[in-house]
């Protein structure tokens, strides 16, 4: 069965149209040199697109899609290499609904009205209504409203309107990261279904690996336009059969993690389907795609030779997010654990 239909490529080409007139490489970096985002390209896709509540239920304000259609938005921003607080507001929203918890913002979420962020990390204690502790790393934590702490047997919604935050030098340009300090801090915990931790953290694995497919698809179409049109002694660079192998090796690398990336999608979305298997599916694709990610946009440094090293093209910008994003929500390129995960390795 296809996983996409026809309405997905009217929704890929609502945002591509979108984000390729307001978030050019220009707006991009204007945005990269600001700091944050652009907030009045946030409230088209919110408002006019309804972006943000794609996959909150309708009777929260949202349109009540699923991770098939965050998928397809966000590999057009990965494509884009948008600074924006899409992935972690929507991710939000995907752990609070499926938890059944927070009702009364889901709808400001949906919205655009709320930006949110979500932390898997343990260094924090919970006493009553209030938070306490170190989170580390985390992604739009300097523009968050709320932080979703996910734990087991439940989570926490946190108020961060108080908190101490440190932004944090990271490779990637595109995506700031905090460090947050919480001194009892207001916060609403909330009970969740069983598996509820492993579901938001499959979610979040495989919309990280969307939008490093669609960064890397970018790559690969800048890479091999280049080599079209850049002549050394009198021939295209294409036509020398280095480069051809460098270019095949990268759209081998990109199909193999759409496909891990699509599989996965798909047990996302399938009702019913056994968690350990989408945990594998998950895990699988963050490893296939943050490896693509890195060597692709690596690799196209190389084709493009000494202008892909420079501050002006934005080889690199690419390139540092692959770098980043592959250890977003934790180490999204460690074989080993996988490899620990399906048993092939004793634990």
């Not at 490529?9 to 149209?17: N, P």
């Not at 009364?104 to 938070?131: K, Q």
């Not at 989570?155 to 932004?167: E, I, K, S």
Request: a negative charge; hydrophobic letters at 45%.
């Amino acid at each position: 069965m296809a996983l996409y239909a026809p309405e997905h490529d009217d929704l890929r080409a609502a945002v591509r149209g979108l984000l390729e007139k307001a978030a050019d490489s220009a707006a991009v970096r204007r945005t990269v040199a600001a700091g944050g985002f652009d907030a009045a390209l946030w409230q088209r896709m919110s408002g006019e697109l309804g972006l943000a509540g794609l996959a909150i239920p309708e009777e929260h304000g949202g349109s009540g899609y699923g991770p098939v259609e965050l998928g397809v938005v966000l590999e057009e921003i990965g494509r884009a290499n948008l600074p924006s607080p899409y992935l972690t507001t929507v991710l939000a929203g995907v752990a609070l609904s499926t938890a059944g918890a927070a009702d009364d913002l889901l709808p400001v979420v949906a919205a655009g009205e709320r930006l949110a962020t979500v932390s898997f990390g343990t260094g924090w204690t919970l006493d009553g209504d209030r938070v306490t502790g170190l989170v580390d790393h985390v992604p739009d934590g300097t523009t968050a409203d709320r932080l979703v702490l996910v734990g087991a047997p439940g989570g926490v919604v946190v108020d961060l309107a108080g908190a101490d935050r440190r932004p944090l030098r990271t490779m990637d340009l595109t995506r700031g990261q905090a460090r947050i300090t919480l001194a009892g801090a207001p916060a609403r915990p909330f009970a969740a279904p069983h598996g509820w931790a492993g579901r938001v953290g499959a979610v979040a694995a495989v919309l990280v690996a969307c939008e490093q497919v669609g960064g890397a698809d970018r790559v690969l179409e800048t890479a091999s336009a280049y080599a079209g049109e850049r002549v050394q002694f009198g021939r295209p660079i294409g036509s020398f059969q280095a480069v051809k192998h460098l270019l095949a090796d990268m759209l081998v690398a990109l199909e193999l993690a759409r496909s891990t990336q699509q599989h996965a999608l798909g047990l996302l979305a399938a009702p019913g389907a056994d968690p350990a298997a989408v945990d594998a599916a998950a895990r699988s694709a963050r490893v296939a795609c943050s490896r693509a990610f890195v060597q692709i946009s690596s690799d196209a440094i190389r084709v493009l030779g000494g202008i892909g090293y420079t501050w002006e093209h934005d080889a690199h910008l690419y390139f540092r997010r692959a770098r980043a994003s592959a250890a977003l929500f934790g180490a999204g390129d460690d074989l080993d654990r996988l490899a620990t995960h399906a048993g092939l390795v004793p634990s």
